[in-house]
Nanobody, 130 residues
Framework: QVQLVESGGGLVQAGGSMRLSCATS????????MGWFRQAPGKEREFVAA????????YYADPVKGRFTISRDNAKNTLYLQMNNLKPEDTAVYHC???????????????????????WGQGTQVTVSS
């Protein structure tokens, strides 16, 4: 079993920056592909970014390209999402997610689909004020 715990959310003004973290336990972090998704009130969960086991492969949703950076520290078992130039439309609950390397082909086919991932954190609220 894999446990994921997000942190780092809060309130920030538009144009500001914030870094989210996702601490993992229960399985070797380097054997997990990871993703960030977000869900705003009244909207469906949407893909934000994804990163492969070594960090060599990354994917981003169009609305966050050039503003957000996903990264991982396998020595610290932690996933990050650096968010710059935040906009009010970035307001949402952000969830980290994980899938085992055993299902690598699934992840490479669809890193931006939530059904690809088997493990989810509880989420952290990010609110961007205008």
């Amino acid at each position: 079993q894999v446990q994921l715990v997000e942190s780092g959310g809060g309130l920030v003004q538009a144009g500001g920056s914030m870094r989210l973290s996702c601490a993992t336990s229960g399985r070797s972090f380097s054997s997990l592909a990871m993703g960030w998704f977000r869900q705003a009130p009244g909207k469906e969960r949407e893909f934000v970014a994804a990163i492969g086991w070594t960090g060599g492969s990354t994917y981003y949703a169009d609305p966050v390209k050039g503003r957000f950076t996903i990264s991982r520290d396998n020595a610290k078992n932690t996933l990050y999402l650096q968010m710059n130039n935040l906009k009010p439309e970035d307001t949402a609950v952000y969830h980290c997610s994980a899938v085992k390397r055993d299902y690598g082909s699934r992840w490479y086919r669809a890193p931006d689909v939530d059904q690809t991932y088997d493990y989810w954190g509880q989420g952290t609220q990010v609110t961007v004020s205008s």
